[in-house]
């Protein structure tokens, strides 16, 4: 049984794909995409050696060793260049998820979907993906567990419109639907902020303080108007 996280990042895989699971840990997002016929073929990349053995074991535990191919290297590395049309990376921060795709961006020719999930920081990817070409076709956000994830979809293509600032913070789509989790997790954030910034106050002479004051009363101001 897959989580509902891992749920959601594998219902936006169009039947038949091939698909690469970067930081793909236990392998169970293309284990289950596999088995039950949505993706093709997988590649299951893994950056460490304890989960690239944990994959590969999964991988051979259900026999699907001739369509899962696990193989251990840095992010898109391990993909050869046209032999996937999605590539997933999921449970890691936006500003690593970025960084694995802006590393890796001569992969990503052949590749007509994204599917990423950071666990925090998505702003960064919307901004990678804004700088790079690919437009965003949908965002979901879930709780599990006591934790809020988001999902961002992109294809490949010349964004039709540039987002606006809290459209990059918040999520042009997510922004719209206004759904529970999205306003619980904004109002939790805006909390941290606003004790981050009552810390900042007892220590106002250091010098790193003001520039990161006013980055979060910027983000604090572009939050508060969308919730309203
Ligand atoms: N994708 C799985 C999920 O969402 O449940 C596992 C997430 S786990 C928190 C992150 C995994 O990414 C770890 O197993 C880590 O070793 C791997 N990882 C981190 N940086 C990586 C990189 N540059 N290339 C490949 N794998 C990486």
């Known amino acids: ?3 509902k996280r891992l749920h959601c ?3 936006f895989i169009k039947r038949g794909m091939k698909i690469a699971d970067i930081g793909s840990d236990h392998a169970y997002l293309p284990c289950y995409s596999v088995k039950r016929g949505t993706a093709s073929f997988a590649v299951a990349g893994e950056i460490a050696e304890g989960p690239f053995r944990s994959a590969k074991e999964q991988v051979e535990r259900v026999r699907l060793g001739h369509l899962i191919d696990v193989r251990k290297g840095d992010g898109l590395e391990v993909v050869h260049p046209e032999e996937v ?3 997933i990376i999921a449970g890691m921060g936006g500003p690593l998820i970025s960084q694995i795709l802006d590393n890796g961006k001569e992969k990503l020719t052949g590749v007509s979907r994204l599917i990423l999930q950071p666990n925090v920081g998505a702003e960064h990817i919307r901004y990678w993906l804004l700088e790079n070409g690919w437009e965003l076709i949908d965002e979901q956000i879930l709780e599990e567990d006591g934790k809020i994830y988001e999902v961002l979809v992109a294809e490949q ?5 540039s987002y606006n600032q809290s459209e990059l913070l918040m999520g042009p789509f997510l922004l719209k639907k206004r759904n529970g989790v999205f306003f619980k997790k904004w109002s939790a954030e805006l909390k941290a902020w606003q004790n981050i910034l009552n810390s900042m106050e007892r220590a106002k002479d250091r010098p790193e303080t003001e520039e990161k004051k006013q980055e979060l009363l910027r983000k604090i101001a572009i939050v508060e108007e969308a919730l309203k």
């Open 1 to 3: 049984q897959l989580s």
């Open 9 to 11: 990042v594998a219902s």
């Open 85 to 87: 049309d999605c590539i």
């Open 157 to 161: 293509g010349t964004p039709s419109n």
